[in-house]
């Protein structure tokens, strides 16, 4: 596919994936190679348990032992140095909180660590090239160009609500389901700002993804966004995390057949959604906090995780979990880049950063990868400049 990157280049013509033909058929066989895996069989401290050295199965056999030679547990606890604030416990249940810290320290890892060997932009150039199952996360950075406001910027979308309803707590209320069970009018008095179909065109950022996918490279898009650009942009491969606008449920007789156009007349108008059926309140099918994410999330997270072979994040604050958690549960051989304003997810180390506006830095990327009809404007020009390891800041 190639991208007109003119000034009026976002329009229909651009969203025709058009293979580009200038590749020998055995360069681009080794495009879709790329060695991402241990050097050696030798364990990755990378991968070590929090605890370094502790040997948790041994931990377990051994609990087993004690249980059956009939010791107390809660010596064995107070043993382990630990309080319990309830001593008249029962043994059963003393036992069960002792296995159940064993598998807590299973789990328990350190952050990931930068792989420094590939920490520097060319070496993102040339693992997007030759990726071949990239999961790419994106959060609300990647549509601020479209004109929908993220959310927890100095102007985005939860200081607006601060503003107009001051006597709320907080302004994440609006997405929280028993509120809006109470309240739905903060949500439809603000649901416009970030989803009014009218209007809002892919951006670069999402162009970017889009090309991924039309040469075979894209695992997955995991959003975070529920502005619904994505499929605009022709990504199909994409779970939206956080659910779906176009889709509601009356919250009464939880019919759901009421049609996007319909919704959408409330949320422009901004006044409460309503069932014909019994008056109920609507509430459009995205994910607020207390809900379960989507079941294709759940469809697609562990064998995607065996799978791929580049992470990339864009335009994520990494806050919301368990999205935000994704990223940790990647074997950490796995390379990872961010792309984003500002450095997100610390203590979890990505190999490569790339700080400044999405568009501006997926539009070099595409311009590096030659996917761009037009002759890089970069010619060689490095438009970064590095500020720490792996760290490099837009300079356009
Ligand atoms: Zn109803």
Redesign the pocket.
């Known amino acids: 596919m190639i991208i007109n990157t003119d000034s009026s280049w976002i329009d229909d013509t651009c969203m025709v994936p058009i293979v580009r033909d200038d590749l020998s058929e055995s360069e681009s066989e080794d495009m879709y190679v790329v060695d991402t895996e241990p050097d050696s069989e030798e364990e990755n401290p990378n991968d070590r348990h929090v605890l370094g050295t502790i040997n948790t199965d041994k931990m377990a056999k051994e609990l087993l032992a004690l249980r059956l030679s009939g010791v107390n547990p809660l010596e064995v606890i107070t043993a382990l140095g630990l309080n319990l604030h309830n001593e008249n416990i029962a043994p059963s249940v003393a036992w069960s909180l002792l296995e159940g810290l064993i598998d807590e320290l299973k789990e328990a890892r350190l952050p990931r660590k930068q792989l420094p060997q590939f920490s520097s932009v060319n070496k993102g150039v040339e693992i997007i090239a030759k990726a071949r199952r990239i999961l790419v996360l994106t959060g609300a950075g990647i549509s601020v160009s479209c004109g929908i406001p993220d959310f927890r910027s100095k102007d985005g979308l939860y200081s607006k609500v601060r503003a107009r309803f001051p006597e709320l707590d907080d302004p994440t209320l609006m997405f929280d389901l028993a509120y809006f069970k109470k309240n739905p009018k903060v949500f439809y008095s603000f649901a416009r700002e970030i989803w009014d179909v009218q209007g809002h065109e892919p951006s670069v950022s999402h162009m970017f993804i889009s090309q991924l996918e039309a040469r075979g490279q894209l695992l997955r898009n995991y959003t975070q966004n529920i502005d619904g650009i994505e499929a605009q942009a022709g990504i199909s491969k994409c779970i939206t995390c956080h659910g779906r606008f176009d889709t509601t449920t009356?919250?009464?007789?939880?019919?759901q057949t009421l049609s996007g156009e319909r919704l959408q007349e409330f949320i422009h108008e901004g006044v409460v959604g309503t069932?014909?059926?019994?008056?109920?309140v609507?509430k459009p099918d995205l994910v607020f906090f207390g809900e379960p994410l989507p079941d294709d999330f759940d469809t697609h997270i562990d064998a995607d995780c065996e799978q791929v072979d580049l992470v990339i994040v864009m335009g994520s604050s990494l806050k919301v979990k368990p999205v935000a958690g994704l990223c940790g549960r990647i074997p950490r051989h796995v390379p990872q880049i961010l792309i984003n304003r500002e450095v997100v997810g610390y203590p979890h180390q990505f190999d490569l950063y790339l700080l400044g506006e999405c568009d501006d830095i997926t539009h070099y990327l595409l311009s590096r990868l030659g996917w761009l009809s037009e002759e890089s404007s970069y010619d060689g020009r490095m438009p970064f400049s590095p500020v720490g390891p792996g760290k490099y800041v837009w300079t356009g």
Do not use: P
């Open positions: 009356c919250q009464r007789c939880h019919d069932c014909a059926h019994c008056g109920g609507l």
